[in-house]
């Protein structure tokens, strides 16, 4: 499954590729610390939007910037690794700065896909996908499925008792 992680100046010439053979492209991004359903169902979801499903996947240092200093729990080969295991993912890569424009300035998706905590007009590189003819799409939370709850269900479980 290691095959699937790509550097973003080879995925860029791979989605060039794919788009000229009539493919459609799904981007979507996020930290994936302690993978959880809700991603997985996430995942699923955006995968039925298109015939590829590419997933950028925020470096530990911008995870760090985005989360705090104690995340991510997962380092980011574990966190590329455990998301290329999974079928509907084509393409993983790993992006480094704080939010995904440059990315999705280079690959050019037809679908650019964020969860339900975001709003249509608040995505990052939306405008730059539906300039050139694609769509934004937010999909729906799965309640109480978040890597925060699970975080704090673990401490909760394992704090010392006195």
Same mark, same amino acid.
């Given at each position: 499954?290691?095959?699937?992680?790509?550097?973003?100046?080879?995925?860029?010439?791979?989605?060039?590729?794919?788009?000229?053979? @009539?493919?459609?492209?799904?981007?979507? %991004?996020?930290?994936?610390?302690? /993978?959880?359903? !809700?991603?997985?169902?996430?995942?699923?979801? =955006?995968?039925?939007?298109?015939?590829? /499903?590419?997933? !950028?996947?925020?470096?530990?240092?911008?995870?760090?910037?985005?989360? @705090? #200093?104690?995340? #991510?729990?997962? #380092?980011?080969?574990?966190? =590329?690794? +455990?998301?290329?295991? /999974?079928?509907?993912?084509?393409?993983?890569?790993?992006?480094?700065?704080?939010?995904?424009? %440059?990315? +999705?300035?280079? *690959?050019? #998706? %037809?679908?650019l896909v964020?969860?339900?905590?975001?709003?249509?007009?608040? &995505?990052?590189?939306?405008?730059?996908?539906e300039r *050139? @003819?694609?769509?934004?799409?937010?999909?729906?939370? &799965?309640?109480? =499925?978040?890597?925060?709850? /699970? +975080?704090?269900?673990?401490?909760?479980?394992?704090?010392?008792? %006195?």
């Open positions: 499954m290691r095959q699937k992680i790509k550097e973003r100046k080879k995925l860029t010439k791979i989605v060039k590729v794919l788009k000229g053979k @009539g493919k459609r492209i799904v981007f979507t %991004n996020g930290c994936f610390d302690l /993978l959880h359903l !809700g991603h997985v169902r996430y995942l699923e979801k =955006a995968k039925t939007l298109g015939d590829i /499903l590419i997933v !950028g996947i925020n470096s530990d240092s911008s995870v760090r910037k985005l989360k @705090g #200093p104690k995340r #991510p729990l997962v #380092p980011i080969k574990e966190r =590329a690794e +455990i998301l290329s295991g /999974l079928e509907c993912v084509d393409y993983v890569t790993i992006f480094k700065e704080s939010n995904p424009l %440059n990315l +999705i300035t280079s *690959l050019k #998706p %037809n679908v964020k969860g339900g905590d975001w709003t249509k007009e608040q &995505v990052i590189g939306g405008d730059v996908v *050139l @003819g694609g769509k934004v799409v937010i999909l729906p939370f &799965v309640k109480g =499925a978040s890597t925060s709850n /699970l +975080i704090q269900t673990i401490l909760r479980r394992y704090e010392k008792r %006195n």
